[in-house]
């Protein structure tokens, strides 16, 4: 507590917080720390609460680093203030105490296709406004990434169980484990009365290497390993993971500490490319995992991969060409392979329904406010923007709450 207080006493509060201006949903982030030094706790977490639902999961998950402490003014002369430990402090106490009110039901129905991050915005902002809501998730528990693609050691579950609770206050109503696309379909749901739905399935698609050996017994893909990492018991003592985003740092570090087994991650290119935080990175490094550079895999057996050497020349302009040494292929031993080279979107929903475009990723198409090709249809998130942070989840999804409640109003003439 001592050190969440000196931090909150170290912020210089800004007259123009620079803080605020680098984080994607814009928190009053001087006035919540004076708030807190006041001893506003309530206020401050309603504060938080309101602008961004996910308060509590992105003070410990965002990439503070590159948002608010990125962008703090005492990165010029001293270390910045790490608001985001004020902020989990502050909004896990009002997830845990507060008692929220229903609002009085506007007689609209919105329907909410997943649960993970921008569902779960999208819920807590519309039935604020009043809107009767549901949501829909082929998942027996609410999160979405944040339950089954995030280890607990860094976003403990319990807090997503709080998070339940809130919603319960508010009225809205969860249906586990439905498949919307084969069975039920998004004509089905305007059918029985639905005003606008909302799809907000994230990135659960693995992408493949497309080698020879990806369909092998010791082969699995890192987001699937990451929704239920206990399942897998034969991973060996030897696991390379190829890949270098925060999905493969997550995957590296369960099994550290899940297993005996020791890791390696293999990367085609250098260190000043690894797409994953670069605390991540280091975390995953000190846990014990080994980076591996420049390495091209081109195979998978049974007993590892097959990987050329990446190399690097310099063109006449000035530019640098990367290529592969196809002519030296070498073996890397390892009992398990792991493949952690992004995610795309599952083709459930619009395959089973007309008029809603996706683009050659086959990422959901919406304009800026998220309207897809479809009246009353709605997306934002993973499924539209690719693999982002939850907090730009949130950011997009607040958009899309305000459009949501314009389109309804207008069409009733409200």
Not at 77 to 105: G, H, Q, R, W
Not at 165 to 185: E, Q, V, Y
Request: glycine share 8%; proline share 4%; charged share 25%.
């Amino acid at each position: 507590m001592s050190d969440i207080l000196l931090e909150a006493q170290r912020c210089l509060k800004c007259k123009r917080p620079l803080c605020k201006e680098g984080c994607p949903v814009r928190t009053e982030i001087p006035t919540i720390m004076q708030m807190f030094l006041d001893g506003k706790m309530d206020e401050a977490g309603e504060i938080l609460f309101n602008n961004n639902p996910l308060s509590a999961v992105c003070s410990l998950i965002c990439p503070h680093e590159k948002n608010c402490m990125g962008h703090c003014v005492l990165n010029r002369k001293d270390s910045p203030i790490k608001f985001y430990e004020v902020e989990n402090y502050i909004s896990t106490f009002y997830l845990e105490k507060a008692k929220l009110e229903a609002a009085p039901k506007n007689g609209h129905l919105v329907g909410i296709i997943g649960a993970g991050p921008a569902g779960l915005t999208l819920a807590v902002l519309l039935a604020k406004k009043g809107y009767s809501v549901t949501i829909i998730d082929s998942k027996d528990k609410i999160g979405g990434v944040l339950r089954y693609g995030i280890p607990e050691f860094r976003l403990p579950k319990a807090l997503l169980d709080q998070f339940l609770k809130r919603l319960n206050d508010l009225g809205i109503h969860f249906r586990p484990n439905t498949l919307i696309g084969p069975t039920i379909t998004i004509d089905d749901m305007f059918e029985d009365g639905y005003d606008a739905i909302f799809i907000g399935t994230g990135v659960w698609k693995p992408n493949r290497l497309r080698i020879p050996g990806e369909t092998l017994g010791n082969v699995h893909f890192a987001i699937d390993f990451l929704k239920n990492p206990d399942s897998y018991q034969n991973l060996g003592d030897q696991v390379l993971i190829i890949g270098a985003g925060n999905v493969a740092m997550d995957a590296a570090r369960t099994i550290l500490r899940k297993t005996s087994a020791k890791v390696d991650i293999i990367f085609f290119r250098g260190p000043e490319e690894v797409t994953a935080l670069k605390e991540e990175l280091q975390l995953a490094e000190v846990d014990g995992a080994k980076m591996r550079y420049y390495l091209n895999t081109v195979k998978i057996e049974a007993d590892g991969i097959v990987v050329e050497n990446v190399l690097k020349r310099t063109s006449e302009d000035g530019t640098i060409e990367y290529y592969n040494d196809s002519e030296h292929p070498y073996k890397i031993y390892g009992s398990s392979v792991i493949i952690a080279i992004g995610q795309g979107a599952q083709t459930n929903i619009v395959k089973n329904t007309k008029q809603i475009d996706t683009n050659q990723r086959g990422l959901i198409e919406t304009s800026e406010k998220g309207a897809t090709t479809r009246p009353g249809v709605y997306a934002a998130g993973d499924v539209v923007s690719g693999a982002k942070t939850v907090v730009e989840a949130v950011a997009a999804t607040k958009k899309v709450a305000e459009e949501i409640d314009e389109y309804i109003r207008q069409k009733y003439g409200e």
